[in-house]
């Protein structure tokens, strides 16, 4: 979707970050989703993983149709999820990409700079450790970009539009990854992981 950022891109948007800092992205949120696909004690281990790798307690997201083939109910608690904001987010973020080697595919940034991965299994973020009695999970993480002053279109009062000059665009946002984050930006998907019979 995207071509390989080349250093000059990357240095230009440098230049347009320190000339104006009202321009320079930042990290917003950090969300990580952990679907399970049924209540009970799979859904109560997930939790415990996540609120153990996150420090912060997650909540239910429940199921919006009855699936029978599954055995999903409607409004039956199916998934986890915990939103992470500030210095937390950015120390989990770090934690995360180390996981995926600190490599994310172009396709996964969208028009606006926000981007998503997965992680296959949580035993692979640095300092965890595998406890057979929780077993392991996968989950997803989505990070939204900002810049600043885009408040404008949460408040409450005189709530109005980001204008199309100041909204972030997925070339820039991958620049402020790689020079922030020292991330690689790769053309192709990442490779799951074959397992072993």
Request: charged content about 30%; glycine content about 8%; overall charge positive.
């Given at each position: 979707?995207?071509?390989?950022?080349?250093?000059?891109?990357?240095?230009?948007?440098?230049?347009?970050?320190?000339?104006?800092?009202?321009?320079?992205?930042?990290?917003?949120?950090?969300?990580?989703?952990c679907c399970v696909g049924k209540s009970g004690e799979p859904l109560e281990k997930a939790m415990k993983i996540i609120e153990e790798l996150t420090g912060q307690k997650p909540c239910y997201?429940?199921?919006?149709?009855?699936?029978?083939?599954?055995?999903?109910?409607?409004?039956?608690?199916?998934?986890?999820?915990?939103?992470?904001?500030?210095?937390?987010?950015?120390?989990?973020?770090?934690?995360?990409?180390?996981?995926?080697?600190?490599?994310?595919?172009?396709?996964?940034?969208?028009?606006?700079?926000?981007?998503?991965?997965?992680?296959?299994?949580?035993?692979?973020?640095?300092?965890?450790?595998?406890?057979?009695?929780?077993?392991?999970?996968?989950?997803?993480?989505?990070?939204?970009?900002?810049?600043?002053?885009?408040?404008?279109?949460?408040?409450?009062?005189?709530?109005?539009?980001?204008?199309?000059?100041?909204?972030?665009?997925?070339?820039?946002?991958?620049?402020?990854?790689?020079?922030?984050?020292?991330v690689e930006i790769t053309e192709e998907k990442r490779e799951k992981k074959r397992r072993k019979k």
């Amino acid at each position: 979707m995207y071509s390989t950022l080349s250093a000059n891109l990357i240095e230009s948007f440098k230049i347009k970050w320190q000339e104006n800092p009202m321009l320079k992205p930042k990290i917003e949120k950090v969300v990580v989703n952990c679907c399970v696909g049924k209540s009970g004690e799979p859904l109560e281990k997930a939790m415990k993983i996540i609120e153990e790798l996150t420090g912060q307690k997650p909540c239910y997201r429940r199921a919006k149709k009855t699936i029978r083939d599954f055995g999903i109910r409607r409004n039956e608690p199916i998934a986890c999820v915990v939103t992470l904001r500030g210095g937390r987010a950015i120390e989990f973020l770090k934690k995360a990409l180390d996981a995926v080697g600190n490599k994310i595919p172009a396709s996964s940034f969208d028009n606006y700079g926000n981007f998503s991965f997965g992680i296959e299994e949580h035993i692979d973020i640095p300092g965890t450790k595998y406890s057979p009695e929780l077993g392991i999970i996968g989950m997803d993480i989505c990070v939204s970009l900002a810049r600043p002053g885009y408040r404008v279109k949460y408040r409450r009062r005189a709530r109005s539009r980001v204008g199309k000059a100041h909204r972030l665009m997925a070339e820039e946002a991958m620049a402020y990854m790689i020079h922030e984050f020292g991330v690689e930006i790769t053309e192709e998907k990442r490779e799951k992981k074959r397992r072993k019979k």
